[in-house]
Every structure is written in C-alpha cells, then in structure tokens.
C-alpha cells in the first residue's frame, strides 16, 4: 500500500519529506529507562517503554515535519525560510498562519485573545481506493508546545490540494526555537468501512478464557507482546 506525496517542482529538495512515524521518535523515549524503581510496591516497574500499543501508536503512519525552524519570543513566531515564488502551482511561502478566534467559538479552545495557529503543509497526499486519511497531534508527544487537532480527509478523492494542520498554542511561556523537522502531524491510513456496534455477555467459554488470559497477564510479563501483537 502506498501514499503519494507530491510537492511542486520549486520545492523539491527545499522540504523535509514526510516520514515513517517509526523514524521519528523523540530523544526523550529513546534515552528513557525501560524500568524504573516504584516506591508504591517497593519494586521495578515496566515504563511506557515497555508498553507496544504505547510504542505501536508513536510508530504507526507518517509524521509530517515543520518546514523550517520557527523562533518564539514573547507571543511571537518569526522564521527565516527562502521558499522561492510559486510557478504552476500557488503555495504559501510562510511555515504558519492563522484563523481568527471566532472559527473555534464555542469550543473549549476559544479565547478572544489568542488565535489558532495552522501549520502550512506543501504536500499533497493521494491515498489509495477506499482510505481516508486521519490527521492528528503526533502520538504521545505531550512534550510539543502545541497540540494539533485532529481530522479525517478523504484523501483518495481529495487528492489534488493541500491539506494544512490547525493547532492551539497550549504553552504559553514557551521561549524557544522550533526545529526544522518537528513533526506537526501524523498521519494514519484509515480504510473506509461501515461499522455497528454490537454488545453481548460473556458466554461460559468466553469468560473462561478472559479470566484464563487475565490470570496469565498477573502472572507473566510481556503475554501481549508474545501472544497478541501483529
């Protein structure tokens, strides 16, 4: 299965290219202990580290990068970026901009005195027949002074525009330089299908093997990694 990520002839070499998510993982995770010492049992304890759909969900999809670095100072984002004019194809030449507080009215990121920032991408995104794409705030990156908001695009159809990243500024007192690179989105293939929901008790066999496998989980490390992971 493959994305396209197409980009104008301008931009090419100009732009960090989207990327495997399993390639991006932060230092933070990286240098982190896979143990750690819990005073709560008197024991080491597994990290997050050690927790696949923790790690699976960082790893999963595409991160799209910030094109260039972006200062931070007092409110203020400034940027050095040499993006040359548009040919065929019009692009925004500027890494950021803006919406106006009142297209978020009514929901709890509203504040009359802050806009939203959007991050401007310069890919398009063509998927394959039948998937959608969903766009949102990289995986478990709460250390990011921003936090993207998330969104579904039909990008098998939708495949000939740009698609650019909402975010809300969250830290406030961030002072700082965003690097070239940062990831702002990550993207996820999502098959379109239509789902209902249905609910049920446990049969005897089914409870059975629940409390067999929750037996096995109390007992043993790693049964999901082992057992259950693809």
Known sequence: ???????????????????????????WLKTMPAQAFSALVSADVDTVKRCPP??????????????CDVKVENGEFTWDSDLPPGGAVSFAR????IHDAVQITGTPLFDADRFLIKFHSFWTIEAPQGYSLL??????????PFTTLTGL???????????????????VNFSGVLPKGTPIAQCFPVRRETWTVRTATFTDEE???TQSLLVAIDREKGVYRRRFRA
Do not use: K, Q
């Open 1 to 27: 299965m493959t994305l396209t990520f197409r980009c104008p002839p301008e931009l090419e070499g100009r732009l960090p290219p989207p990327t495997p998510a399993a390639l991006g993982l932060p230092d």
């Open 207 to 209: 409870a059975e093997r």
């Open 135 to 144: 766009f949102t705030h990289p995986a478990n990156r709460f250390d990011l």
């Open 54 to 67: 923790f790690i699976d969900a960082m790893t999963s999809g595409f991160l799209i990068p910030l094109i």
């Open 94 to 97: 500027s890494p950021i901009g």
């Open 153 to 171: 695009v039909d990008s098998d159809r939708y495949s000939d525009g740009w698609i650019n990243f909402p975010a809300h500024w969250h830290d």
